[in-house]
């Protein structure tokens, strides 16, 4: 495995490599949902590109950038464990030089949902993701459904600038307990870690309301906050919605199979959790 932190020596590096090209990005502090878009990248590509770049332009200003957790040496290792041909791990400036003032912009799929909670974040998505596919040109990349508006930022990102690569979804990895795996759950005391599966708990509620007959999206939100205000450690809920895959938009009636996401993000503390479920 090569670790490359230039973008002349990235280009070297991937000239000669063989195709398709699988690209996974991460902001490093792997765990096994990472390791789950790696091993889905190692079957379908004949060459897996990593990159690990925490990227400064996705944080607001009230969020603090600077904890966000790394170990550098751990992810190298688990990488390399797993296959992986080049790990890309620029420094800001490499990805930012002086005078950096490009963006993407990803319109109203941006502002909605995460994006009221924080403001500029897909803007900032956007902009590292399509410089990554610029530098890395992919012949498929892979992200989890976990950050179900994410995925849909990028599908609508390839799709508005014809990028011509493949978005590949990877179901959400879960501890035992239903908690979705994320960096950020180091940051829960354990009493808030074994109150945080009333999150997919909330989820569940919805889709087996949905899968038993409920169509009104209204019913399936009040549910859903129903079940995380019986839980005293969720401080607050900034969401619960029943949104268009594809639009985000938040719906009225869910018909079809497969075309929404019930999502919740909620607060325990200063740590904020998100996750999703697709009805189908
Ligand atoms: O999901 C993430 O880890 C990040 O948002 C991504 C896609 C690597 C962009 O920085």
């Not at 950038?65 to 790394?70: A, V």
């Not at 179901?171 to 074994?194: E, F, H, I, M």
């Not at 949104?243 to 993000?265: N, R």
């Amino acid at each position: 495995m090569r670790v490359v932190t230039s973008i002349p020596n990235l280009s070297t590096r991937l000239d000669s490599l063989p195709r398709p090209l699988g690209l996974v990005p991460t902001m490093g502090a792997l765990h096994d949902g990472h390791l789950a878009l790696v091993k889905r990248a190692r079957r379908e590509n004949q060459t897996v590109v990593a990159t690990i770049f925490v990227n400064p332009t996705q944080f607001g200003s009230q969020e603090d950038l600077s904890k966000y957790p790394r170990d550098r040496e751990r992810d190298l290792d688990m990488l390399r464990e797993h296959g992986v041909d080049v790990v890309f791990a620029p420094g800001a400036d490499e990805m930012y030089p002086p005078g950096f003032d490009t963006w993407v912009d990803v319109g109203v799929l941006g502002d909605r949902l995460e994006g009221v909670h924080r403001p500029g974040h897909f803007r900032g998505v956007a902009t590292v993701v399509a410089k990554l596919f610029s530098l890395v040109r992919p012949d498929r990349a892979y992200f989890g459904q976990k950050d179900g508006q994410q995925l849909a930022v990028i599908r609508r990102l390839v799709r508005d600038l014809n990028l011509g690569l493949e978005i590949v979804a990877v179901p959400t990895v879960r501890d035992p307990d239903g908690l979705a795996k994320s960096s950020r759950n180091a940051y829960l005391t354990s009493s808030q870690r074994q109150a945080a599966p009333v999150v997919y708990r909330a989820l569940c509620r919805a889709e087996s309301l949905w899968s038993s007959g409920v169509r009104d999206a209204e019913r399936l939100r009040a549910e859903m906050k129903a079940v995380l205000e019986t839980e005293p450690l969720v401080e607050s809920i900034d969401y619960t919605s029943v949104a268009d895959v594809e639009s985000m938009d938040e719906l009225d009636q869910v018909q079809l199979s497969g075309k929404a996401m019930v999502l919740v993000a909620v607060r325990f503390g200063s740590t904020r959790l998100i996750d999703n479920v697709i009805l189908e």
